[in-house]
């Protein structure tokens, strides 16, 4: 873990540095996501929250790197660091994963000397994406492996209908009767109307992770047949909701009541302060007041570092500068980031805080570059650009 933080902060750094051609901005970057709360508090948390986030800094700096110096390891880096978001992230889905490898294979055909080592690693990450995804749909029925997906959006949905609204869609079968009086995640027993006759389309394949209700260790198996034929009823239900009611998407992002815990809406979530988590909030209680201090100084930096991310966003559409390969980058890496932040906000309300440390690397980059950048252009980039361009022509030649 400490590892994985230090890594966070190098490739934030060094993602700033090539971006904006400025050693100052790579520092300002790596010492930011260094000194912020979250880099430290997920740290000791074990679990896999901060190497996530190192995954999604290491796609970015991969396609940077094999972009602006022209290097082929670079691009491998990438591949391989999309390649495990996808397999340890359900938000990277498979089209997520190709789109990017894709990306990378054009990007290294102009860009790299040495294409065909490239070219196989690529070809072995995404024969990697498609075997596990045709893997899921054999055994699973669906692309992804885990029911908790479905269930967990729907959890969202249960907590933003209103009362006259549960009541019209429960009034339409026995199951969604069910799904919403017993609620998300609870045991199996609760829902014997949806899982009438489940064995029969539930996976049959006879194998243990397909049999077991619980783990050795007493935590739900959510990949168990009769979770994955629940599973697919959620789905049904999360469906009819926002047919019936379209707005319930929008809901999350409005003042609401979850498990009658919360009563702010997915944007404050997402862009709190991440060291609220629930796992993390007891060593954040055991720092005294010059942790209070530290918590509470850096308490602005996500929603910081999204507004400047924004701000380079919109200077580099309004100059064109993605027309240049530094600021091709930056629009690329944007909409990965993108991706995983609309995502978090708009289908995984109930652990906001925990997704945003996932990017806030990721923001902090952008952000940094993307002042920089409507500051000061991206010109010596650019420059240092053509003179790795001009190094890989001579390769070739």
Known sequence: MFVAGLGLVLLAGDTVRMWTASRRAGVVAAVL???APSTAMFALWLYP????????????????????????????????????LFLVRATVIWPVAVAWLGILAFLGYR????????????????AVVGLFTVKNVVLFGAPTQ???AKENYANVVLNVLTAPEKSALAARNPCFADLVRAGAFQPLEQYPACLDGAAEHGPDRAAAVLDERRWQNGRVNFNHRDRLALSERWGAFVGASLRTFPGVML???????????H???SPVLLFGPSTRYVFVRGNVAELGTPGVIWVNLFALLPPIAVAGWLLGLLALLLRREWRQPA??????????????SGAYLLLE??????FQVEVFGAWLALGVAGVHGALFGRTRAVRGWRAGRDRADAQVR
């Open 33 to 35: 996501a260094g000194a």
């Open 49 to 84: 929250t901060i190497p996530i986030a190192v995954l999604v800094l290491l796609a970015i700096w991969g396609l940077v790197r094999g972009t602006l110096v022209g290097r082929s390891t670079a691009f491998v880096m990438s591949g391989l660091a999309i390649t495990g």
């Open 111 to 126: 860009y790299v000397a040495a294409r065909r080592r490239l070219f196989v690693a690529l070809a072995v990450c995404l």
């Open 146 to 148: 885990s029911s908790w």
């Open 251 to 261: 809901r999350v992002l409005a003042p609401v009541q979850v498990n009658g815990a």
């Open 263 to 265: 009563d702010w809406g």
């Open 327 to 340: 600021g091709a980058t930056y629009l690329v890496a944007s909409g990965l980031v993108a991706l995983l």
């Open 349 to 354: 309300f109930g652990e906001n805080q925990r």
